[in-house]
């Protein structure tokens, strides 16, 4: 079970890994906490949905949620409390925090609860969702964070919390590897980065628990890219590092460990290959 903040954080973070284990015949969950209304457009066509404008940018990203999921092979996908429940949340610091709907401002306890009923019905045995941080920071990621974290909190307390928990991840020697990879490309997503520690995201690689190979499922991943095409423009480069790398980056995808036992592990870094490993019952 996976808990995301808005459509298409699942597959930038997780999409490979998903689209593995739904491939694998694991039953894979999605759960979305806001339809993404406050997301930039980057279909002309459609810019009059824009919060301030028509507000109809979370109805549209409903569908490319649902394309982005078949892509991937997820059948099984859920907003918490119900598609417009909960609202995107806007940039930290926005007056779009202070929405009456907005997730930033949800009570955690409700939310959680409203998680919980999902745990209650699929019993996830791995949970993934972001770090504290919210990985780089977006309010939502935060709350989406809380809000995890406290369900599998109470489904503890009812004796069917999932055995591990996941947080999504990178490690900092992926970081360096890619500003290097990039360096003197015109359309280089690190040239302002001096060093990487100066990145809001990046782990120790000692941090990292599991690194998930989906090589084999990155054309799905960048399927499923192309489903959230409003947020993510034809010439992002994304779709550069698919181009140009194909699932050497765009296929591996790493997290940290915070709840269970660590299985079995290989390679210098001693990571996990099976995010299932050491599950009791697999």
């Given at each position: 079970?996976?808990?995301?903040?808005?459509?298409?954080d699942?597959v930038?973070?997780?999409?490979s890994?998903?689209?593995?284990?739904a491939?694998?015949g694991?039953?894979?969950?999605?759960?979305t906490?806001?339809l993404?209304?406050?997301?930039e457009?980057?279909?002309?066509?459609?810019e009059?949905?824009?919060?301030?404008?028509?507000?109809q940018l979370g109805?549209w990203?409903?569908?490319?949620?649902?394309?982005a999921?078949?892509?991937?092979g997820?059948?099984d996908?859920?907003?918490?409390g119900?598609?417009?429940?909960?609202?995107d949340?806007?940039?930290m610091?926005l007056?779009?925090?202070?929405?009456?709907?907005?997730f930033?401002g949800a009570?955690l306890?409700?939310a959680a609860?409203?998680c919980?009923?999902i745990?209650?019905?699929v019993r996830?045995?791995?949970?993934?969702?972001?770090d504290?941080?919210?990985?780089?920071g977006?309010?939502?990621?935060?709350?989406?964070?809380?809000v995890?974290?406290?369900a599998a909190?109470?489904?503890?307390?009812?004796?069917?919390?999932?055995?591990?928990i996941?947080w999504?991840a990178?490690?900092r020697?992926?970081?360096e590897?890619?500003m290097?990879?990039?360096?003197?490309?015109?359309?280089n997503p690190?040239?302002?980065?001096?060093n990487?520690e100066?990145?809001?995201?990046?782990h120790?690689d000692?941090?990292?628990a599991?690194r998930i190979?989906g090589?084999?499922f990155?054309?799905?991943k960048?399927a499923a890219?192309?489903?959230?095409?409003?947020?993510i423009?034809?010439n992002s480069?994304l779709?550069?590092?698919?181009?140009?790398?194909?699932g050497?980056?765009?296929?591996?995808?790493y997290f940290?460990?915070?709840k269970?036992?660590?299985?079995?592990?290989?390679?210098?870094?001693?990571?996990?290959?099976?995010?299932?490993s050491?599950v009791?019952?697999?």
């Open positions: 079970m996976l808990v995301h903040a808005h459509p298409d699942e930038t973070g997780t999409g890994t998903m689209a593995r284990y491939a694998e694991a039953s894979v969950t999605l759960v906490c806001t993404g209304e406050e997301g457009i980057h279909v002309p066509a459609l009059q949905l824009e919060a301030k404008q028509a507000d109805g990203r409903i569908v490319e949620l649902e394309r999921c078949a892509a991937l997820v059948t996908h859920r907003f918490l119900g598609a417009g429940r909960y609202r949340s806007g940039m610091g007056e779009t925090n202070n929405h009456p709907r907005a930033w009570d306890e409700e609860r409203q919980l009923e745990m209650r019905e996830p045995q791995v949970l993934i969702t972001y504290e941080n919210g990985f780089y977006h309010p939502d990621h935060i709350q989406a964070h809380r995890a974290m406290r909190e109470l489904a503890d307390a009812e004796g069917f919390g999932p055995e591990k996941y999504t990178m490690p020697s992926v970081l590897g890619g290097e990879a990039f360096k003197g490309m015109d359309d690190f040239a302002d980065v001096v990487v100066d990145l809001p995201f990046g120790p000692d941090e990292i599991a190979d090589t084999d990155y054309e799905q960048v890219m192309r489903a959230h095409a409003t947020q423009p034809d480069w779709y550069g590092i698919a181009g140009d790398f194909g050497e980056f765009m296929g591996v995808e940290t460990l915070v269970g036992e660590r299985g079995e592990v290989s390679g210098p870094h001693k990571w996990e290959d099976d995010l299932f050491n009791v019952g697999r």
